[in-house]
């Protein structure tokens, strides 16, 4: 099959996806399938030709919002694609904030020592980790926990077994529970953003987590109530954030979250354009193979589930 992307094109998927037989063409009307790197605007007008397109990222809330994903022409998205490198943030972003490294880098000097050892948590001591999502964020990061000992939950929507699981929960059976977010001692998001997962962490669920939790975000901004955490970090209901997204985005200058002691930011960076180009590719093949035989691709976009 052609293919084109744009906006821009990126070297390495094209060269992988030549190697795979199918014909790069920088005409889109000569195009069968679409390769997208680019946001909602400037999204053009699809001719016939074209058969599916492939967004080179996971997050497809903003294509859906604007009507660029209208179930007119099939999608494919990045799911799954970039899970080993978000779920080494994610545990960084864990570990940064346990150990106090933001408090620290603010306080400028040694004599913070004592405070700072008081304050810092450990995962070798075997503290429960809820996962929020578990997709393949939330399976890479099993396998990076696992020397740690601790105990995971793992939360999805059809509540099967995820490997190396401790426990997993349906999310149904997971929120309804009052015992759930009060059990963890972290909680780990990388749960897709959907109208029902929207603002999931409220001024209600932080108050109903423990005092010495760190909840960390890799999945979408707004799954936080932003100045509901604000307010739960200053007033010390929970102990800490990693937040690798942030809901506004970008998170402004000046922001309550940036000066916060127990609150280690990264600005998205997890998985850039500069991680995709060289990841990406694979999965463009695998879909394009999948749309050729007349099957699902594996990362079908479902226009109704919202990812």
């Given at each position: 099959m052609k293919f084109t992307m744009l906006p821009d094109a990126w070297p390495e998927p094209v060269a992988e996806l030549e190697a795979a037989g199918h014909g790069y063409t920088r005409d889109l009307d000569e195009a069968d399938f679409l390769v997208w790197s680019g946001g909602a605007e400037g999204f053009p007008r699809l001719p016939d030709s074209v058969g599916f397109v492939q967004y080179v990222f996971a997050g497809v809330e903003e294509l859906i919002d604007a009507g660029v994903i209208d179930g007119?022409?099939?999608?494919?998205?990045?799911?799954?694609?970039?899970?080993?490198?978000v779920a080494e943030t994610a545990l960084a972003l864990l570990l940064s904030q346990l150990h106090q490294h933001k408090a620290a880098a603010l306080a400028a000097s040694f004599d913070a020592r004592l405070?700072?050892?008081?304050?810092?948590?450990?995962?070798?001591?075997?503290?429960?980790?809820?996962?929020?999502?578990?997709?393949?964020?939330?399976?890479?990061?099993?396998?990076?926990l696992e020397p740690f000992g601790c105990r995971v939950i793992a939360v999805n929507n059809s509540g099967r077994d995820v490997p190396g699981a401790d426990e997993t929960l349906a999310a149904a059976e997971a929120y309804a529970d009052a015992e759930f977010w009060s059990c963890a001692d972290a909680v780990v998001l990388s749960a897709p953003l959907?109208?029902?997962?929207?603002?999931?962490?409220?001024?209600?669920?932080?108050?109903?987590?423990?005092?010495?939790?760190?909840?960390?975000?890799?999945?979408?901004?707004?799954?936080?109530?932003?100045?509901?955490l604000v307010a739960a970090l200053r007033d010390g209901e929970i102990a800490g954030a990693g937040l690798e997204v942030t809901d506004p985005e970008p998170l402004p200058d000046g922001h309550p979250l940036w000066p916060l002691p127990n609150c280690t930011i990264s600005p998205h960076i997890a998985a850039t354009d500069r991680v995709a180009r060289h990841l990406i590719g694979p999965q463009i093949v695998a879909n394009a193979a999948a749309f050729a035989n007349g099957e699902t691709m594996p990362t079908e976009v479902d226009v109704e589930a919202g990812y």
């Open positions: 007119s022409v099939r999608w494919a998205n990045a799911g799954g694609v970039y899970a080993r490198p405070d700072l050892d008081a304050a810092q948590g450990w995962l070798f001591r075997g503290p429960t980790v809820a996962l929020v999502g578990a997709g393949g964020i939330a399976r890479a990061l099993i396998g990076m959907t109208e029902s997962t929207r603002g999931l962490v409220d001024a209600s669920v932080l108050r109903r987590m423990k005092d010495s939790a760190v909840l960390v975000n890799v999945g979408r901004g707004p799954l936080v109530d932003t100045d509901a």
